[in-house]
Nanobody
Framework: QVQLVESGGGLVQAGGSLRLSCAAS????????MGWFRQAPGKEREFVAS????????NYADSVKGRFTISRDFAKNTVYLQMNSLKPEDTAIYFC??????????????WGQGTQVTVSS
């Protein structure tokens, strides 16, 4: 069992930055590929970024490439999402996800509760 707790969301002006954190419980953090998804009001949940189980590879949605960076800290059992040059269209609830496969797939095993990010214009 893995519990994921996100933090770091908030209100920021367009062009600003935020760093989201996702703390994972348990001793099996290194067994999971990790990722971030987001869901805006009235829209479906969408993929944002992922990092492999080993931390050696990352993947990003086209809409955030060059602006967001995902990373993981095995010593702290935490995955981060550094978000720069934020745009109003980045406004959403951001969810952390864990997948038991080496890279993130569509079969997510665990979800966090979400953290709100609001970008004002």
């Amino acid at each position: 069992q893995v519990q994921l707790v996100e933090s770091g969301g908030g209100l920021v002006q367009a062009g600003g930055s935020l760093r989201l954190s996702c703390a994972a419980s348990g001793r099996t953090f290194s067994s999971y590929a990790m990722g971030w998804f987001r869901q805006a009001p009235g829209k479906e949940r969408e993929f944002v970024a992922s990092v492999s189980r080993s931390g050696g590879s990352t993947n990003y949605a086209d809409s955030v490439k060059g602006r967001f960076t995902i990373s993981r800290d095995f010593a702290k059992n935490t995955v981060y999402l550094q978000m720069n040059s934020l745009k109003p269209e980045d406004t959403a609830i951001y969810f952390c996800a864990a997948d038991k496969f080496p890279v993130l797939t569509t079969s997510i095993d665990y979800w966090g509760q979400g953290t709100q990010v609001t970008v004002s214009s």
